[in-house]
């Protein structure tokens, strides 16, 4: 923010007709042509309105009638789902505002600037010419034009920008010609909303918003004045970049506004002592959901076309959370820097010697985009100097300096005097700034080069609450949330044990986890599956095998029910991406968008009903008529028993298997990891009773993460961060228990029935009908020795 207010000028009585600052004189032998250019066009316009025209000028001029309905480019605003904005799409930023919203002070401050006989001539101000053509005689240079306000609103309006003497004519023609068919209100209307103010601010409304972050019915006099002051050169006297000349702008506009009877001089001045801040604009959310917003465009570029969209103003609906939104990139930017320090540093931006520092934190001062230092924030900095005795550099930061200690960087790996010189350009965090000397205590950063994805889908609606589609909107727009492909892994097993309990299968089905070999007689090739340990663990329950995420078991279930079987029940799950027909689909081979298995996985809190994600509930056009409305739809394709039973499972994966990071949230939670064998992709699909989320790991050229990183530990860090933000003001829940289930208890290794003094007992969930009726003792007594031996060779 920028204070304007302690710049000191006063009031000046003497020739306020002009500003105090003037643009470079023109060359003087120019002076003559344009004096005569100015009177020729008077002379002309007179002969003209006064019914001489002449047919070459007028014979084309446009019409004036379409002004009454007056319906310029406006903004298409994107709105979260609690009706705040946090997207726009113009070619020109203008709001339309009717004249009862437009301060008094503000349309007066406009008038007083540009075009004080407004209210007094009919399109041309004859007497403004003549002073006007005086002025710029006795400056010996251009200080005034003559133009009325009505003659702005004309070129604007139903002219080209050309510099001519007909262009000009056709203007004092149709400007008189508006006059008589506007009211100076309406004329007023058109000018204050078609006006161009700086920063691609058209209108008075977008100016307020875009400087001093309000609505134009909010605007003090002080502010109103600035805003007057743009017109003549919006990017010379633009607050933003140049406060002390837009304050002079002020001061000539309070000048001419007391000239003309519109304000007191003492209202002057307190409007001269009244303090602007220079904000920006108030829509706090505008660009918090880039990849959302982006997904939005396209899709309403696609099916209303460019000209709608950019320039109809439509008002488009989205189901995007801000907060959830925020939590799932806070999430996202972390885990992706988590796991980049876990693969060391990579070195600095750049190093900068002499004068180059100097010039670069020059350019970055003036930069546009800059904002103050404030806790959290990465940022560029300089070694300015090495560790002497001290265990720590001194960083330059534009705007302020910081100390960064060695145990800030210990993930570098290496010994820090080493890695980091004077000169080197590198990001850091600012962790907390010191009251006393002013330093900031920050923390070595670099910015990662794996990419990522988060979408999270609201359970009962299918709304789509938050999707962030990689590290940084701004290096890359692409949206691998909905846009990439990639194998699931183990985050694909979900679907195939659902399938297996609608084939018969239970959770204490026995499964025997051994080598297998599968062979293709026609091209003689040879495929061995083995599991991640490549260990095999015998007499498996078909619970047990999803828990750890047994390959071997899994694909020994596909060839038992079928590979048409499996993909046609993925296909109800809403899986729509090509699917492979071979075993190997068992491992997650298949590649599939973050989007569509994250909505396979919903069916099972949603107890077996598929929703439709969304994200747009509906769309108007600028006069307010309903385009399109989305309602949440769902269908019926699991029965709930087998969604319960799914659900069930999914969550003891979390409480003993490869989900167990989740159990720090301590509520009711289910999810899958999934690990391609080659470490390309590492994703974690979760889910509670109110919403659905995935998250993909890896890099956009398909390179190996690295041998340990996991679904476990490269994913499933992210979803907990963005569950544990998102669920932490929502009372804890359990997952609705459907009619045709039953709970038992059974023993952990065998499937049947536990004992009453059974140590490794667990409740399992069944459908009805299914669970275990005898004990281990009942049904043979050497069982428990022969799963005992099986268990000892596991442990060796």
């Given at each position: 923010m920028?204070?304007?207010n302690n ?17 470079p ?14 009177a ?12 001489a ?8 001029l ?6 009454k ?7 298409t ?9 946090v997207a726009?799409?113009?070619?020109e ?11 008094k ?6 008038v ?5 006989r407004?209210?007094?001539h009919?399109?041309l ?19 005034q034009?003559?133009?009325t ?11 080209t920008?050309e ?19 506007l009211?100076?209100e ?16 058209y209108?008075?409304?977008a ?11 909010e ?7 600035m ?9 010379r ?18 000048n ?8 007191a ?6 409007a ?6 220079i904000?920006g604009?108030?829509?706090k959310n ?13 899709y ?15 008002q488009?609906?989205?189901t ?28 600095p ?16 001062k ?14 560029k ?31 570098i ?6 890695a ?13 700034r ?13 910015e ?20 962030v ?8 727009q692409?949206n691998?949330a ?9 985050a694909?097993?979900?679907?195939i044990?659902?399938a ?8 204490a089905?026995?499964i ?5 070999i599968?062979g ?16 095999f ?9 999803l ?9 020994k279930?596909?060839n ?5 079987y499996v ?19 068992a ?5 599939l968008s ?8 919903s ?11 969304m ?11 309903l385009?399109?409305?989305h ?33 720090a ?14 470490q ?5 699909v979760?889910f509670?009773?109110l ?8 890099f956009?050229n ?8 996991t679904?476990?530990?490269a994913a ?6 963005y ?17 045709k ?6 023993n952990?290794r ?5 004992r009453?003094?059974d140590a ?15 004990t ?10 022969f ?10």
């Amino acid at each position: 923010m920028i204070d304007v207010n302690n710049y000191e000028v006063s009031l000046v009585r003497a020739d306020t007709s002009h500003p105090p600052e003037h643009p470079p004189a023109a060359p003087r032998k120019s002076i003559g042509r344009r004096l005569l250019f100015g009177a020729l066009v008077l002379i002309v316009a007179l002969l003209l309105a006064g019914g001489a025209g002449v047919y070459l000028v007028t014979r084309e001029l446009p019409e004036i009638y379409s002004l009454k309905d007056y319906k310029p480019d406006i903004v298409t605003t994107v709105y979260a789902d609690d009706g705040s904005p946090v997207a726009e799409f113009c070619r020109e930023r203008r709001f339309v505002v009717p004249m009862d919203r437009i301060p008094k002070l503000l349309v007066q401050a406009f008038v007083a600037a540009e075009d004080s006989r407004f209210y007094e001539h009919e399109g041309l101000d004859y007497l403004g010419i003549i002073r006007a053509m005086y002025k710029n005689i006795m400056a010996a240079g251009i200080r005034q034009g003559g133009s009325t306000i009505t003659q702005q609103v004309t070129k604007s309006l139903l002219l080209t920008p050309e510099r001519s003497v007909t262009r000009k004519i056709r203007e004092a023609i149709l400007a008189f010609r508006i006059e008589k068919y506007l009211s100076k209100e309406e004329i007023l209307y058109l000018y204050l909303n078609q006006i161009y103010l700086g920063n691609n601010a058209y209108g008075v409304e977008a100016a307020a918003q875009t400087y001093f972050g309000k609505s134009v019915e909010e605007l003090n006099l002080a502010e109103c004045a600035m805003l007057a002051g743009l017109p003549q050169a919006p990017s010379r006297y633009s607050p933003h970049k140049h406060p002390d000349r837009a304050r002079e702008r002020q001061t000539y506009v309070l000048n001419r506004m007391t000239e003309d009877g519109y304000i007191a001089a003492q209202q002057a001045k307190q409007a001269l002592a009244t303090p602007v801040k220079i904000k920006g604009r108030a829509e706090k959310n505008l660009g918090k959901a880039p990849y959302f917003a982006e997904h939005i465009r396209r899709y309403l570029e696609e099916k209303y076309g460019e000209d709608m969209l950019y320039h109809q103003g439509l008002q488009v609906y989205s189901t995007v959370n801000v907060a959830y939104q925020q939590a799932a990139q806070k999430a996202l930017r972390k885990g992706l820097q988590d796991l980049d320090k876990r693969q060391g540093y990579r070195g600095p931006l750049a190093h900068l010697e002499g004068k180059r520092i100097d010039t670069y934190f020059l350019d970055l001062k003036e930069s546009e985009d800059l904002e103050p230092l404030k806790e959290g924030d990465i940022v560029k900095g300089v070694i300015s100097s090495a560790p002497s005795g001290e265990k720590r550099f001194r960083v330059n930061l534009n705007g302020g300096s910081g100390v960064l200690p060695f145990e800030n960087m210990t993930w570098i790996r290496r010994d820090p005097a080493e890695a980091l010189k004077v000169g080197d350009l590198i990001l850091v965090r600012l962790l907390s700034r010191e009251q006393r000397s002013g330093d900031w205590k920050i923390a070595l950063e670099q910015e990662p080069q794996v990419q990522g994805a988060i979408i999270s889908i609201d359970n009962a609606t299918g709304y789509v609450k938050a999707m962030v589609g990689g590290y940084d909107f701004s290096t890359s727009q692409f949206n691998r949330a909905v846009q990439a492909r990639r194998q699931p892994g183990s985050a694909f097993k979900p679907i195939i044990y659902a399938a297996a309990l609608d084939k018969g299968y239970t959770p204490a089905t026995i499964i025997i986890d051994s080598p297998v070999i599968f062979g293709d007689e026609e091209s003689e090739r040879v495929w061995k599956p083995k599991n991640y340990k490549e260990t095999f663990s015998g007499p498996t329950l078909l619970r047990t095998a999803l828990i750890l995420s047994r390959n071997v078991v899994t694909i020994k279930i596909v060839n038992d029910i079928g590979l048409d079987y499996v993909i046609d029940y993925a296909r109800r799950l809403g899986i729509s991406s090509p699917l492979t027909r071979d075993l190997s689909l068992a491992l997650g081979s298949s590649a599939l968008s973050l989007l569509e298995l994250t909505r396979a996985v919903s069916v099972f809190p949603n107890q077996g009903e598929l929703v439709q994600p969304m994200f747009i509930t509906k769309v108007m056009d600028r006069d307010g008529r309903l385009l399109e409305e989305h309602k949440p739809q769902r269908e019926r394709v699991m029965e709930p028993d087998t969604a319960f039973v799914m659900t069930h499972l999914l969550q003891e994966v979390v409480q003993y298997g490869t989900g167990w990071r989740a159990r720090a949230l301590g509520r009711p939670v289910g999810g899958k990891t999934g690990t391609t064998n080659d470490q390309k992709d590492a994703w974690f699909v979760g889910f509670s009773p109110l919403m659905t989320a995935g998250v993909w790991v890896g890099f956009d050229n398909e390179r190996e993460l690295g041998p340990v990183e996991t679904g476990a530990r490269a994913a499933s860090p992210i979803w907990v961060d963005y569950a544990a933000e998102v669920l932490k003001t929502e009372p804890i829940q359990a997952f609705v228990v459907p009619e045709k289930v039953v709970f038992a208890k059974i023993n952990a290794r065998t499937g049947l029935l536990a004992r009453p003094d059974d140590a490794t007992a667990v409740f399992e969930v069944f459908k009805e009908g299914t669970a275990p009726t005898k004990t281990a003792d009942e049904v043979s007594p050497g069982l428990d020795d022969f799963f005992k031996a099986d268990l000892d060779a596991e442990a060796m």
